[in-house]
């Protein structure tokens, strides 16, 4: 007789493996947090079924987006957040809902735990009705650790005891912010995937705002606000200027696969070329990416080249190319996007030897026919501003067409 004690151990060991886990259900609609104590970041999260497949839906005001890159394991479930290099890790709790953490891959100090629920009524708690309107225009002055002060306009409108808006500065905007009224005060978030910001205001009896900005994990700034409809900032073409002795913008930097472009190639010859300066981890950038994809379609017959600068977390050329290479099959990005360097301003200023400086990601160099530059725009006033956004397109349009028609 053969010798049969493979096969038993064999039988044992099957018979005593521990089963996998069932698959859990995470489909729904969520309300979803990130803890900050003492504060909290509400947003929120739906899990849906599509094509066979799960996706994830984060919500903020009016905007939905989609990530998917959705694993279920068990219990267990990944969001991959691939624009911005983070990620989501969490676990179905024995009540039924969801617990674990957001983190940024390339910070390891920027982790939040993350907690869910089904449905709530509201994404903040409200303790008593409103007895104060703060829709309107705000001039706002964010005040930093140090007391130096930096401008921005608040931008709201109040529906009930429901509050949406943005602030807006001469780097960018925080987007698509909601939030509750309770009395004389509101609470307003967003977290976008890669960003996760929480405000707070309480109006006095004059009419003024004091309040308080927190972003991730630690960082805080106070805020003081009063009306003013008025009230704009800078004029975003100024703040970026060509040092004395430039006129025109040089660059050669490798595409994705390591070839190198530069504004000599023949793509570019006697063409507008529009350079923006961006990074993927960069929402901002996004929302300028968004509008400048299907823009270039339309308009490159006419004469008009776009090119993307890629300042990226960390230098390792391997790593850009590959959270570039990402971005730009996201986002169907039909112009070529070139790594040229690390996110930090400094260092992207010396990049750029011809720029005075580097204030914001992202900013946008226009270029005339003879590659001159003409015109520097710092940070994007992005779609969650509303009409201030339909008036950086028309400008946008028009100083472009201005350049179609010199000779």
Request: aromatic content about 14%; some cysteine; proline content about 5%.
């Amino acid at each position: 007789m053969k010798n049969s004690l493979p096969f038993l151990l064999a039988f044992l060991a099957f018979a005593c493996a521990t089963p996998p886990k069932a698959e859990v259900d995470f489909s729904g609609n969520w309300y979803a947090y990130l803890d900050i104590s003492p504060d909290r970041i509400p947003f929120g999260l739906t899990l849906e079924k599509r094509d066979g497949n799960l996706i994830a839906i984060l919500q903020n005001d009016t905007e939905l987006l989609e990530f998917k890159e959705v694993t279920i394991t068990g219990d267990s479930l990944k969001i991959v957040l691939d624009t911005f290099d983070a990620e989501i890790n969490a676990k179905m709790n024995s009540e039924g809902g969801i617990e674990g953490t957001f983190h940024r891959n390339y910070q390891a100090e920027y982790k939040l735990d993350l907690f869910a629920e089904r449905n709530a009524d509201t994404r903040f708690p409200v303790s008593t009705p409103p007895t104060v309107d703060f829709s309107g225009v705000w001039e706002t002055t964010f005040i930093r650790d140090d007391r130096s002060t930096y401008k921005a306009i608040g931008d709201f409108r109040q529906d009930g005891n429901r509050l949406f808006g943005t602030f807006i500065t001469n780097t960018g905007d925080y987007r698509f912010l909601e939030g509750n009224v309770s009395g004389n005060e509101f609470l307003l978030s967003v977290f976008d995937g890669g960003h996760a910001f929480f405000f707070t205001g309480k109006m006095d009896e004059s009419g003024k705002i004091t309040g308080r900005f927190r972003s991730g994990p630690s960082y805080t700034e106070g805020i003081e606000a009063v009306r003013n409809k008025s009230f704009e900032l800078p004029d975003a073409n100024t703040l970026t200027q060509l040092k004395p002795g430039f006129e025109k913008l040089e660059f050669s930097f490798p595409d994705t696969n390591g070839k190198l472009v530069s504004l000599s190639d023949p793509r570019f010859e006697n063409k507008i070329v529009l350079v923006q300066l961006f990074g993927t981890w960069c929402i901002n950038c996004l929302d300028e990416t968004k509008f400048l994809v299907p823009w270039y379609e339309k308009n490159k017959e006419a004469g008009i080249e776009v090119v993307g600068l890629a300042f990226e977390a960390k230098p390792e050329f391997e790593y850009a190319s590959a959270r570039v290479k990402k971005y730009q099959d996201r986002l169907s990005v039909p112009y070529p996007l070139l790594i040229a360097g690390e996110f930090d301003k400094e260092k992207a200023a010396k990049a750029l030897p011809a720029l005075d400086a580097l204030l914001a990601f992202p900013t946008l160099l226009y270029l005339d026919k003879n590659h001159r530059v003409r015109r520097i725009n710092t940070g994007f006033t992005g779609p969650g501003t509303g009409e201030k956004y339909g008036r950086w397109i028309e400008q946008h349009e028009l100083f472009v067409k201005k350049l179609l028609e010199e000779e």
